[in-house]
């Protein structure tokens, strides 16, 4: 018999994973993004987006350990709306920051690759490290039973994978075209906001 872990809520799933699709368009978005932040002053070379690529990385790795951290001590879904919500002051703070930062880091470190990776970590590890704690935490929050670890982890991630790419897209081919890159960002932020109040609002605690 399956050992219990964790009973979610009625209708608490469903808003964890629009949240997961939310969070992955959001997330993939940005990154797609930082890189009209970081072109004027270091670029469009494939060592620009080799260091932006592996600073996603290291902030989802980052996210991923901390999550799974965080929610096997506080299985509640507030813990990944608090890591949203500081997600949407970080991205909410960049379109008058980004800048001054990038200006400075090209002024005193150069435009090489401890330059660019310098830049894009400024720029990209904290709010993809603090969205990147929702999977762990959301599998954590869905679970039941250990017997359908496989199939809730699955679709998390699944989710979350699609709205990747549809934030990916949809950046690329219509905001960006259309309204630019620091109105796109004050948008991303309104989202996670939204997304982190729809968290809020669910019970405070999932279950033991």
Same mark, same amino acid.
């Given at each position: 018999?399956?050992?219990?872990v964790?009973?979610?809520?009625?209708?608490?799933?469903?808003p964890?994973?629009?949240?997961?699709?939310?969070?992955?368009a959001? *997330?993939?978005?940005?990154?797609?993004l930082?890189?009209r932040?970081?072109?004027?002053?270091?670029?469009?070379?494939?060592?620009t987006?080799?260091?932006?690529?592996?600073? =996603?990385l290291c902030? *989802?790795t980052i996210?991923?350990?901390a999550?799974?951290?965080?929610?096997?001590?506080?299985?509640?879904p507030? =813990?990944?709306?608090?890591?949203?919500? *500081?997600?949407?002051?970080?991205?909410a703070?960049?379109?008058?920051?980004?800048?001054?930062?990038m200006?400075?880091?090209?002024?005193?470190?150069g435009?090489?690759p401890?330059?660019?990776?310098i830049?894009?970590?400024?720029l990209?590890?904290?709010?993809?490290?603090? *969205?990147?704690?929702?999977?762990?935490?959301?599998?954590?929050?869905?679970?039941?039973? $250990?017997?359908r $670890?496989?199939?809730?982890?699955?679709?998390?991630?699944? =989710?979350?994978?699609?709205?990747?790419?549809?934030?990916?897209?949809? $950046?690329?081919?219509?905001?960006?075209?259309?309204?630019?890159s620091?109105?796109? $960002?004050?948008?991303?932020?309104?989202?996670?906001f939204?997304?982190?109040?729809?968290?809020f609002?669910?019970?405070?605690?999932?279950?033991?």
């Amino acid at each position: 018999m399956a050992r219990q872990v964790t009973k979610p809520k009625p209708g608490a799933a469903a808003p964890i994973y629009a949240n997961a699709f939310a969070v992955g368009a959001v *997330l993939m978005g940005f990154e797609m993004l930082g890189s009209r932040y970081l072109f004027p002053y270091f670029g469009g070379g494939i060592g620009t987006w080799a260091g932006l690529i592996s600073m =996603v990385l290291c902030a *989802l790795t980052i996210g991923y350990f901390a999550g799974g951290t965080v929610v096997d001590r506080f299985p509640t879904p507030r =813990v990944i709306a608090v890591s949203i919500v *500081l997600a949407a002051f970080y991205l909410a703070l960049v379109p008058m920051t980004a800048d001054p930062v990038m200006a400075w880091i090209l002024g005193h470190i150069g435009d090489g690759p401890p330059a660019v990776l310098i830049a894009a970590g400024a720029l990209i590890l904290v709010p993809l490290s603090l *969205l990147g704690t929702f999977s762990p935490v959301a599998v954590r929050l869905l679970l039941h039973s $250990t017997g359908r $670890t496989g199939r809730v982890a699955g679709m998390v991630y699944g =989710v979350s994978t699609i709205g990747n790419v549809f934030g990916v897209l949809f $950046t690329t081919f219509w905001l960006i075209p259309t309204i630019g890159s620091r109105a796109i $960002t004050y948008v991303f932020a309104l989202v996670l906001f939204a997304c982190a109040a729809s968290l809020f609002a669910l019970p405070p605690r999932q279950g033991q």
